[in-house]
């Protein structure tokens, strides 16, 4: 576990944080409408790739590699373990020069995550779970807060960008039933840590491409937290095109209540 969380820490520091508000013409590319890249996203990811593979010779999908060949994510199905990275997960605030990016990276083994690594480079802070053995947050074990049992005291964020109109529509009016809806923060591997933390009792997603999601699902149910699809489902990484709704919540019972509020009507 350690010497995972120094890879992500390190490759942070060589190629990273050096191009943090300091990005020089051409370094910032479109790969899909809306969707950014960087140089430091593809020398990083290139990077943590090789060294993980130096510590267990399985594949690699890392987010920019699948952008150029989508067929590496066939790897979550067929092999019994594999690594999955996201180099920079908050690529828009990082080309924003918004601090709240993250550097992330877990392992999957027979289609489950049994171990996850985020590292947020801005505020120098370590984010690590394993399955069955809890969730760390600098080398503390990190327990979620109990959350407020009326729904009216609930915070939590909708991610409404991939939405359907009609599911939008439903939803905005559902929501007014909570206290607070938060607009998040553009980065899963800051979301999910604030779930764990305590700030948000829950997020509701519908694109869940695997290296977002599975660190921090995996971090919030070491908390004491649930990560699962609307059927209660548990959420397990799989290749992109499985879009069909996750919520993450506190714990059972915020999960619950949630999912009865959104889905009302």
């Known amino acids: 576990m350690d010497k995972v969380a120094e890879i992500l820490a390190e490759t942070s520091a060589e190629v990273v944080e050096p191009r943090f508000r300091a990005l020089a013409a051409g370094e910032v590319m479109e790969k899909a409408p809306g969707e950014l890249v960087t140089v430091a996203d593809r020398e990083a990811e290139a990077i943590i790739s090789r060294r993980l593979r130096e510590l267990l010779p399985v594949p690699v999908v890392g987010e920019e590699a699948v952008a150029a060949d989508p067929s590496l994510t066939d790897a979550l199905r067929s092999e019994p373990a594999v ?3 996201d180099p920079v997960d908050g690529t828009a605030n990082f080309v924003a020069g918004r601090p709240e990016y993250a ?3 877990s392992l999957v083994r027979s289609g489950r995550t049994v171990a996850s690594w985020i590292w947020q480079p801005e505020t120098a802070t370590s984010y690590t779970a394993e399955l069955g053995s809890g969730a760390w947050r600098d080398g503390e074990r990190l327990t ?3 959350a407020p049992a009326d729904a009216a005291k609930l915070t939590g964020v909708i991610k409404s960008r991939f939405f359907a109109p009609e599911l939008r529509r439903r939803l905005e009016a559902n929501c007014e039933a909570f206290g607070t809806i938060d607009p998040g923060l553009s980065a899963a ?3 999910y840590p604030e779930v764990a933390n305590g700030r948000f009792d829950f997020i ?3 694109r869940t491409l695997p290296w977002d999601h599975a660190p921090g699902s995996l971090l919030v ?3 004491g937290g649930v990560s699962a699809r609307l059927d209660g489902t548990p959420y397990r990484p799989e290749a992109p095109g499985c ?3 996750l919520l993450v919540a506190a714990d059972p019972a915020t999960w619950e209540l949630t999912r009865a509020v959104l889905m009302a009507g």
Do not use: H, N, Q
Request: aromatic share 20%; with cysteine; proline share 5%.
């Open 83 to 85: 690594w999955l990275v």
């Open 103 to 105: 550097v992330m990276c």
């Open 144 to 146: 979620r807060p109990a």
């Open 189 to 191: 591997g800051i979301e």
């Open 204 to 206: 509701f997603y519908w």
């Open 221 to 223: 149910t070491e908390a």
């Open 243 to 245: 879009e069909d709704g």
